[in-house]
């Protein structure tokens, strides 16, 4: 079956002036000492223009929302950016609350290796950097004229088909790819979040909202909470109904600790010391 995708993959490429569509399994560690890996599948557009890379939970949420004529919202903690092409410029997309963007400067230096291994009739070659405090080592192909890949992983003279760390916390695995006749729309599922145009704001900005976030995880919570006059509302905290003010002190304390076990970045290097 890959052998099949992957040939149709090159026929999508002899195209132009369209979306080329790449979807990568993507298997990560939220904590780092754990041995579960959560799974998710990822998109990456070639656009004319420019590259996207978001979830694929996202084009379902769309496709639902335009059969059904609903205008559902959906996120998660996954990487979601855009960059224009051939630029390592990452415009990234991040919800804390609000919608923010935070844009990146993210050059790659990469070690090209003589070593090769087939994949689904493609001689795939091996190369390696460091990037975001980890040693990571990529699996490319020059027959793909594309040099772009998954997350910020690009510049290298080929599409890449894998790429991982040396401690297995992250790996990204080529699995299917398809054209589309005309750019796709992400404005109402990247761009936006439930109507909210996202505001832009410094790297450092960001962190402090994430340092805020972590000492006070119930802020906003909490002015719900004590300004309630309907008798018949609940209020939920991980799955914890909320009754009494003595409840959020504890309830803090759990969500702090577990922000502190997620506390494994992509790019370790960015990681908040709480």
């Known amino acids: 079956m890959k052998k099949i995708l992957l040939f149709m993959l090159m026929i999508s490429l002899s195209v132009t002036g369209q979306t080329h569509r790449f979807i990568y399994e993507y298997h990560f560690k939220t904590d780092s000492t754990s041995t579960e890996y959560r799974k998710a599948n990822m998109v990456l557009d070639i656009n004319p223009e420019d590259v996207k890379f978001y979830n694929y939970e996202f084009v379902k949420t769309d496709s639902i ?23 390592n410029t990452n415009s990234n997309y991040i919800l804390i609350q609000n919608l923010f963007i935070v844009d990146t400067e993210d ?20 190369a390696t950097t460091k990037f975001g405090g980890r040693n990571w080592t990529a699996w490319f192909t020059k027959d793909i004229n594309l040099n772009e890949g998954p997350y910020k992983f690009r510049g290298l003279p080929g599409l890449i088909f894998e790429i991982s760390d040396d401690k297995d ?11 589309l006749a005309k750019t796709y729309e992400t404005r109402e599922i990247l761009e936006n979040f439930a109507g909210q145009k996202p505001v832009k704001i410094p790297e450092a900005r960001l962190r402090k909202m994430m340092l805020d976030n972590y000492n006070d995880p119930l802020h906003d919570f909490k002015e719900h909470f004590e300004k309630n006059t309907d008798p018949s509302a609940r209020f939920m905290v991980m799955g ?27 790019e370790l290097d960015k990681a908040i010391r709480y």
């Open 107 to 126: 050059q790659l230096n990469w070690k090209l290796s003589n070593e090769t291994k087939s994949l689904g009739g493609y001689t795939l070659q091996k």
């Open 65 to 87: 929302n335009k059969t059904r004529g609903e205008n559902s919202a959906m996120w998660d903690d996954t990487p979601a950016m855009i960059r224009k092409k051939n630029s």
């Open 240 to 266: 914890i109904e909320v009754k009494r003010p003595e409840q959020l002190k504890e309830l803090s304390d759990m969500m702090q600790k577990n922000i502190k076990k997620n506390n494994n970045p992509i």
């Open 169 to 179: 916390n992250f790996k990204f695995s080529l699995v299917k790819s398809y054209k």
